[in-house]
């Protein structure tokens, strides 16, 4: 690859957003789009200009303004909770079709089901995730994604887009990412008025399963992400900062089985699961060490089920997260070793307590990328010119299916959706106008990499 640096000292054009002042900076020139950093190593806007078809797609975002917000009243009333599959099924279907509409070849994908280590057991069920794909030219290969499931169950009371006379959208998956698949699609529209479509080497991924950690479409993500040069991932951004950086995730579960008994009548013949339990998750607890980035919270957990009875069975839900995989790794051997740690003991039944344990790195850590730094730089240089701008960048402790992807070797831009609050609260909440510019962002800066100069 060739880099031409050029330092200089400038007066920012951009003055007016306030985003950067006097800046000393450098800008490279490499593959790709240009990059613009401070000394500091922060990435900076681009200084850039829309060509005449770039303000086209504008135009035509603007015309449609209406039926955009429109558009994600629709996506949003489609209750996709994780385990809804009927209602995933249903929003698939309308993704589809759409993909189908623009030219697209689609498929849809199945997934096992995934066994689940807790006292009642049994399996979580995935829905289907969706494809489609768009092939013509040697131009750079891009993969788009967005999930369509939300944290919001079937019987949630939170259900439906309010849009308030502030221009305030306030709903289940406005942000995460209902929001970011409108974007994606009226991208797509605005792309496809323009002809850019057409000599595009383009897939877009719908997962059902982003919300339980990607366990079902993980595989799916790995083996396109080798597949393709440039990701795109439409999660929501927060306090109009873009995610430069994560941290890696990782999920345990552990079971402990005792013996039941009466707590009055034979309190000695019992083996309490919870009391094992709780001694474990003591340990557990123990490893999180804010210095070196490193946390576990033991988010859920269930035992017995009667006051009187000795309890027979106790499990717990363990979230790790980790700033990189060699963290990871020393979170999910020392959670194993403290399951084969047993701290109570009754002589009479051998064996007993016994606990099983089951760990996953699900989402690797994701850290800067040359690559991603240019696509964030060239992101804010168009946000300071279609509106709502990117102001910086973030760290972020939560993982996304870029890091999946980005993981496997793909760089990955992973927040072009919308500016939200409160995302898998009831407050979770955008605005009109993050969802229209962002959907502006989102049609130049796709152009941009799929017909790269
Ligand atoms: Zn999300």
Redesign the pocket.
Known sequence: MNIKVVCRRRISRFLITGVIGLAASLTVQGQGSPLSLNQAGEVLPIETTLTAQERAMVAWVDERKQSIITELSAHVDINTGTANIEGIDRYRTVLEQELAALGFTTETHSSVPIDVLTCEGGQVLVADHLTGVIRGGDGPRVLING?MDTVFSATDEFQSLQISDDGVLKGPGVA??KG?IVVMLNALRALSDQGLLEGSNLTVLFNSD??IGSLGSRSLIESLAGKHDIGLVF??TYGSRVTRARKGLGQARLKVTGRESHAGGAHQDGVSANLELAHKIIEIEGLTDYAKKLTVNTGVMNGGEKRNTVPGCADAYVDMRFPAEQGGEYLKAEIERIANNTHTSHPQYPGLPRTESWAVLHRPSKPQHAEVDKLISEAMGISILVGEPITGTRYSGGG?DGSIAQGVGLPTMDSLGLDGTG?HSSREASSINSLIERTKLAAILLARQLHEK
Do not use: S
Request: glycine fraction near 20%; charge should be negative; hydrophobic fraction near 20%.
């Open positions: 999930h995460d990412m970011g982003e919300e999660e929501g996304t995302a």
